[in-house]
């Protein structure tokens, strides 16, 4: 087994929650427990917010949401659980304690992570009677959009585990990195704290305010961090010699005295009302709810980005990002298996990202062309004609598109696609797209195009396959009872 089919999540606050929405997006039922008085509606806003997130970050299918169960107890939340994962507050006795629960009454082939920002897995393992399954799978906030998972064995975590627990973070769209060796804070939070420290005594000495400060990580190295990250940076940095140059030049500038991190800064009663006032000026009036959706929209935008890098390959994030969204098309999700002949079909749901608005405010050209692309492929793969029929060499081309824009589309509106297949013979199909306002109905734009069956490695069109133009004429057919789309056979400057 390589997927998880039920989680279980202990402790639903900031990061489990994320964790909740990562895995009911994925399509795994859930199981939640926390004893706090509010946790399902702390759970309910961060679930809102993925969703929000999720709809604006990928028109690709989603599978049906999984289910979500608030258990009164820990051992009714775990049973039949084939991942944990424990969210309870950073105290080493209270994450034995509940680890030890867990161990006592999950399945014995259950995984068991710990979301510790921190503490050594093997001392979190020392009570347990099947230590071997549990390891540290440290996540980033918010886990439903960050895909970075740190996997940290103790002493007597089994490599077993640590490969099925790796394996498992693919399907639903998270990377897995192994830490070979455990250590407190593991790497991210150790780079992490690094510069916290430093931050810390930043403020306290009157250097910058928090703004300053965090105005000089997001206007420059926090930009390349997104997409690169520290040594492949400084490399570039090193110039043509590269990162041997970098560390003959800089490497010398480590002992000078700049920095202070080996010096715990004190967080007396000063400095913490010196830090709280500068960041309640620096946020404005803004809520967490408010920043937390603008840093959505941000990492949303970001992802979308990377996914282009590349020369269209993606690149880091953005990569990993493409690939989920091809296992998700390949697993059909929610993609029309069979379809009403009344109607034309509709392929594509999604919600107008930041990354799509352009200076008027509303969805910029290319996105309209992104969102017919994603129809037209939808439809292909309806007919059969997908990831492993293109990898074979054999493919549909578009070679002529005609779009109207009939209407705006604004951020965070949702919208969806139909597609009326016009025509189709052995090398052409030749289809009509209409992109809808979901809430009205309004038809938006629409597309018109030629596609074009072609041997790719070859390059020249080519007669489908029997079973591909079978399976388009019998929607051809079914399209032709329909009446006309009104704009089809359309061209610019016609009159109407
Ligand atoms: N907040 C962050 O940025 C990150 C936190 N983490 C780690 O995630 C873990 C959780 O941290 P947060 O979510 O930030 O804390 P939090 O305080 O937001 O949530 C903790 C939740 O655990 C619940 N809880 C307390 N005792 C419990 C018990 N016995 N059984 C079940 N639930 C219980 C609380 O009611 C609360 O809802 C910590 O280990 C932390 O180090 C990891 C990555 C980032
Ligand atoms: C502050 N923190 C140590 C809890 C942060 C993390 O563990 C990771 C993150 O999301 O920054």
Not at 63 to 74: V, W
Not at 107 to 121: F, N, Q, V, Y
Not at 370 to 397: K, W
Not at 448 to 459: F, I, Q, R, T
Request: hydrophobic share 45%; glycine share 10%; aromatic share 6%.
């Amino acid at each position: 087994m390589t997927g998880i089919n039920k989680a279980a999540c202990i402790g639903g606050g900031v990061i489990g929650g994320g964790w909740i929405a990562r895995f009911l997006l994925a399509g795994i039922d859930v199981n939640v427990f926390d004893p706090h008085p509010e946790a399902s509606r702390i759970v309910g806003e961060v679930l809102a917010n993925a969703e929000k997130a999720y709809a604006m970050l990928t028109g690709a299918p989603l599978p049906p949401r999984g289910r979500l169960t608030f258990c009164t107890t820990l051992e009714e939340a775990v049973a039949g659980a084939d991942w944990i994962q424990e969210s309870v507050p950073e105290r080493l006795d209270l994450k034995r304690g509940v680890l030890t629960e867990i161990d006592a009454v999950a399945r014995p082939d259950a995984l068991i992570g710990s979301s510790t920002s921190g503490l050594l897995p093997t001392d979190l393992q020392r009570d347990m009677k099947h230590p071997q399954r549990l390891f540290v799978a440290h996540p980033y906030n918010p886990v439903y959009l960050l895909p970075l998972v740190e996997i940290v064995g103790g002493e007597k975590t089994s490599a077993a585990t640590i490969r099925a627990a790796m394996v498992r973070l693919a399907p639903i769209g998270m990377k897995g990195v192994h830490i070979a060796k455990e250590i407190e804070a593991f790497v991210g939070d150790r780079l992490l704290e690094a510069l916290w420290r430093e931050a810390l005594w930043l403020i306290h000495d009157d250097i910058c305010t928090v703004e300053t400060l965090d105005d000089v990580i997001r206007y420059s190295f926090g930009l390349r961090w997104a997409q690169m990250g520290l040594f492949q940076t400084y490399r570039i940095a090193g110039g043509e010699a590269g990162m041997r140059h970098f560390l003959a030049q800089f490497g010398p500038c480590l002992a000078w005295p700049w920095t202070k991190l080996t010096d715990v800064v004190d967080l007396d009663d000063a400095l913490i009302e010196k830090i709280g006032r500068q960041s309640d000026e620096q946020a404005a009036g803004l809520s967490i709810r408010e920043l937390e959706r603008i840093r959505d929209e941000n990492l949303v935008g970001i992802l979308q980005a990377l996914k282009g890098g590349d020369g269209g390959r993606g690149w880091g994030a953005g990569k990993l990002l493409k690939d989920f969204e091809q296992s998700l098309w390949a697993a059909g999700g929610r993609a029309t298996t069979s379809f009403d002949p009344s109607k034309p079909l509709k392929l594509v749901e999604t919600k107008v990202s930041p990354a799509w608005v352009d200076y008027n405010g509303h969805m910029t050209e290319h996105r309209y062309l992104q969102v017919f692309g994603d129809t037209s492929d939808a439809l292909l793969r309806l007919i059969g004609v997908d990831l492993a029929y293109v990898e074979a060499g054999q493919s549909y081309y578009t070679v002529e598109t005609h779009i109207r824009h009939l209407g705006e589309a604004k951020l965070g509106q949702a919208i969806h696609s139909t597609c009326q297949v016009l025509d189709v013979d052995e090398k052409r199909l030749h289809v009509f797209h209409t992109l809808h306002d979901t809430a009205t109905g309004e038809a938006l734009a629409t597309a018109e195009h030629m596609l074009l069956h072609v041997d790719s490695k070859a390059g020249k069109a080519v007669p489908a396959p029997a079973d591909i133009i079978d399976k388009a004429k019998a929607i051809a057919r079914a399209h032709a009872e329909l009446a006309a789309p009104e704009g089809a056979g359309r061209h610019v400057g016609q009159r109407r």
